[in-house]
């Protein structure tokens, strides 16, 4: 049995994982931190319990108001602008949407992140480009006229599915909101393109910042979920969260909202770290669980480990794969090894040969790598 290529790592040995670990909440291990009671927001942030020395969460305010953009309450007329911005932490005034017809996606799709070293059209049951990659930078702007045109530029087969990935580094998040009202005409620029289906941008929880700083990006990923949906693009609602609380909050309101059909979650960084990424699973299975009625999972970097039990939770699960496209990328060849892995061996290329034959063919062997988890058969196939 072949095992999936993901990213779930090795135990880290940095100083930097560990100072992370300290601070992972986890309500079972750790105590309550002493000021969260006292918070106006203890009920809808929970309080945090970390194994490091925490009285509250301002114990990680940088202490450096003028130049920070964390959400704080140390900066006061910013932190009411921020808190106003998005109406407040509570998800329960996040606008209603219609459910809209959930569409067939494959198990696995791969990304591809550019059309540079490619000639020929790379042939998919269905493919997945960064969605940031398909508006202009700076102003949301269409850069391409309709889906034809996308596929030229990707170096994809014309008319093959195509879904958008909303999770990137920081900047490109920031900038989507910063489009302000001007994001409904993206939503409808990319819904004109033929997108059957966008994760939504997965705003970034961190460990070392005041929670408020959390639940103001929580709450911005509902409300950019909602914003897709009205514009009659069907999304995948990206569920970060950091403590029990985030999870609870996300259960209550995908449960109450049957217009939630997809949920996403990247297993990549902090929650594909060892050690963390069984809290992550046993939360995401809580959630699918408390949705009271079938959802369908978009899942990013999952690794092998993790697969079957999110595979088992979830009516369906489809995975966004990054590996294939990244290692001919960097010319590099899907091999069996000896322990039924898959390794990654040299393929060097002549000056300005394309990686065609080599993208194929490691999409052929890591998609292949799925279907002990899948089912024999399963991939041919769409996932609902």
Known sequence: MLSVPGTTKEPQRDRNHRREKRRWHDGKKHMPSLGCSACPNLGTCGGLQVERALYHCLDNCCGHPATCDVVCRNKPREFAQRVREIGGFELGNVPRAARLPAPCLPAVVPVLFHGSSRLAPFQASAVCLPIYKVIA??????????????????????????????????????????LGPGRLDAIRRLRDLGVELVTTP????????PRWDDMHSIKRIALTHEEFLREGMPAALHVNARTERDWERWTEYVRQRNEVTHVAFEFATGAGWAGRVGWQLTQLTNLARGAGRPLHLVARAVGSDTLPGLITAFAATTVLETTCFVKAIKRRRAVISDTGNIAWECAPTAPSEPVDDLLAHNWSVVRQSYEPAFGEGSLMQAAE
């Open 137 to 178: 930078r700076h102003g949301g702007q269409e850069r391409f006229a309709d889906g034809a045109a996308v596929a030229a530029a990707f170096r994809f087969e014309a008319g093959t599915p195509l879904i958008l990935t909303g999770t990137a580094k920081d900047q490109p998040l920031e900038r989507w909101w910063s």
């Open 202 to 209: 997965n705003f970034s929880l961190f460990t070392d910042q």
